[in-house]
């Protein structure tokens, strides 16, 4: 195995020898803590080695088992798929010190630090895959551990909140391996790269389109969009803000993944009746999602609906389908992903100070600690795309996108959501930090000296996310280059094909 074949296993591994490495220390918390960090730091340190090799490079496959290419199993890595893995290492780290609070209870904190590290791993093995059943078995991984963190902690609202996103999920992968089936069927492989080549001579779409709908159905509930997304408000916000906020960063990002990898290599979208269905669910995904989020008085409730919401501009992305609409996309997961990040860890860290995320029972923190309402700011102006911050530069390629190619309507509607979406923000600040507490109510912590003094680790993650996210504001020309080199092997799907086939 070559250095090149170390990095991209090496990926995948440090989190499945990390999760075992915290099994072997069962019941030692404060060594499975130590342990952890490292690990996570390690597989950052490997991520941005893999980024740096794509660079230089352009794509990597480990072709798992010498198999002939297209038949065994097989991890492939272009710039998507190792921005993605960058970005969810990245967050893995904040998370997991940002968590390093919620958990009092021993047993709670011990499994954890196992289940944490085993997301790491389906999250990852889901971006490498190569084949549509290998992708099955890494959904599989990440629904089980998901479902065990969502529950941690046994309070009956997670129970429920847990059991809604588990029974969607189950029938998620159920349609899903009836599409794999039909893939199969139809082209005798499950290989992305050699089933997008198979289905390109299929005379007869009938049955490809059927195929595609149930992949669309599947992908379509991982990721929330409309009419799939009921589980996630209704789950999101139950447990700890540590564990929430890794779920709310990258779970729907692998539905938005997949659906981007199957509907550009698999199934293209141009020339097809489901590119304007796509057009149509994405302005009903952010409509549907920002109005839910309008109509909410709890903070996490708020933000989870949020979620959804900006869900749609991903797909709306997509739905355009052009190289700059795609690079619109891509940038809009990463602005998505570090600001909705940061907003749920600052509602973690008001919910610790106030002991409470009903907006009625808030109020104050402006007065009492403005550093934490600073954050906040810049945070909720980036997410309804006030220039310079991340939002506008993402909204700016999606909407430029569409009226390059004549899809105004959808930007009219994107333009018409961001506003709602400063108002659900703005709704927050006045509740939570702009009037004045609650008579007969009363913070934990009275100085912002004796919050930085009992969760520091908290705050110290909130200010690098706070600072990840202006430097993207003010310096975003690499990550644009990124997403547009990334979304040109999106769109002209020959690339990737040719890698993983060997051609």
Known sequence: ??????????????????????????????????LGSVFVLVHLFVSVLLLRHIINHEFLVLNVGGWLHGYGIMLAVDSLSAGMIVLTSFLSVLSWFY????????????????????????????????DLFNLYVWFEVMLVSSFVLLTLGGRRFQLEGAIKYVAINVFSSTIFLAGVGMIYGLTGTVNMAAAGLSLDGISNQTLPMVAAVFFLVSFGIKAAIFPLFFWLPASYHTPPIGISSLLVALMTKVGIYTLIRFFTIIFPLEGTMLKTVFM?????????????????????????????????YMLMGLAIGTPLAIAGALFFILHNVLVKTNLFFISGLVGHVAGTYNLKKLGGVFGAFPIIALVFAVSAFSLTGVPPLTGFWSKFMLAKAGFVSGDWAIVVVSL??????????????????????PEGTVF????????????????????????????????????IEFAEKAAGYVVERSAYINHVLNL
């Open 444 to 479: 934990k912590q009275k100085s912002f000296r004796e919050v930085l003094n009992k969760y520091p680790v908290m705050l110290g993650v909130i200010g690098v996310l706070t600072l990840a996210i202006i430097g993207v504001s003010f310096f975003p020309a690499n990550f």
């Open 1 to 34: 195995m070559g250095t090149n074949q170390v990095i991209i296993a090496s990926v995948l591994l440090v989190p499945l020898i990390a999760a075992i490495a915290n099994l072997f220390f069962w019941g030692q918390s404060k060594l499975q803590r130590i």
């Open 99 to 130: 968590s390093s609070k919620w958990f009092k209870a021993k047993k709670v904190a011990y499994l954890f630090n196992v289940v944490f590290f085993t997301l790491q791993l389906g999250l990852i093995g889901a971006f490498m895959s190569a």
């Open 416 to 437: 018409f959501v961001s506003m709602i979406t400063l108002f659900s923000m703005t709704k927050i600040w006045n509740q939570v930090f702009w009037k004045l507490l």
């Open 280 to 312: 149509v669910l994405s302005g009903l995904t952010m409509v549907v999602g920002v109005f839910g989020a309008a109509a909410q008085t709890d903070f996490r409730r708020i933000l989870s609906f949020h979620i959804v919401s900006q869900i749609g």
